[in-house]
């Protein structure tokens, strides 16, 4: 078995445990090669003959992850994402064992899920039009400002940098949504405006309960107008209704659609996948991309 390790060495606090991994994947007559992205490799390089493997697994946190499935969708290689990040949310939407030995097994084992990713595009300050893909969450307003306050503190503090930023929004700014989604449009006012592609955030909880990743739609959320402290009731029905199937998500207005057009104004700075996008206009579009990777799954995977 030919295997290709992507991985970034600056990715968090489980970023050594890729070694661990390793070693419980080769056997006698494999090849894995290792590849560090960071300074001096991007990951299109990294990834650019991914077709001549017969697995290639993904080892960072959300960001790298979705940097790297970006340059691999539609190259259909069996792909095993490996949790070396602070939140792993996508890991966790996938749901495989943890440890490494038991990713090295499922590596080995190969059994594939084919899933959509998210495809953002936005309209820069210089008037040109940009695009990545996305394998969580795309937003703009409450969320972006959220990861903008947490980017200092989050290699340290890990998830509860996240829970502090929030803490020191208390009164996020309103702006009016128009979203053009499937032929049809809807205008509201709010805090923000979320994309997604998955569904489960920290503590298990399912932010757009109707949301699965091989679904074929994207997920669309606005949050209504609200100091921090009003959204208590969407997190307390968010703890003790994780699913989302009884007690919904109050304050959230959502839909569900194959592709979208958001303008915001004003402008509320945005993110993707917790990297920040700082050159926006508030003006920017979301699809599904259906159906362009295989990834790797256990007998524990969600999906």
Known sequence: MRCLIIHNPASGPRSDEIFDFARALSQAGDEVAMRFIGDGMEPEYAAADV???????VSGGDGTVSNVLDCIRDSHVPTLVFPSGTANLFFNNIGNAPEPAALAK?????RTKRVDMG???WKAEDGSVQRHGFIII?????????????EPNKGDMGEIAYFLSALATPAPTVAHFTIEHDGKVDELDGIGCMVG?????????NLFPDCRMDDGMIDIAVIQPAKTVE???TLIAGVLDPAGKGLG??????????????????????????????????????????QCLDLIVDDFAKL
């Open 51 to 57: 077709r001549e493997f017969d697995r290639v697994v």
């Open 249 to 290: 998500r109050p304050q959230f207005t959502l839909f569900q659609a194959k592709e979208a057009r958001i303008t915001c104004e004003p402008s509320l700075g945005m993110e993707f996948d917790g990297e920040l996008i700082h050159n926006n206009t508030g003006v920017f579009g979301a699809r599904v991309l259906p």
């Open 197 to 205: 592609n998955t569904s489960f955030i920290q503590n298990d909880i």
């Open 119 to 121: 495809e953002l595009f």
């Open 231 to 233: 959204l208590l009731p």
């Open 138 to 150: 795309a937003g703009t307003g409450f969320d972006a400002d959220i990861m903008h306050k947490a």
């Open 106 to 110: 499922a590596c080995r084992e190969g």
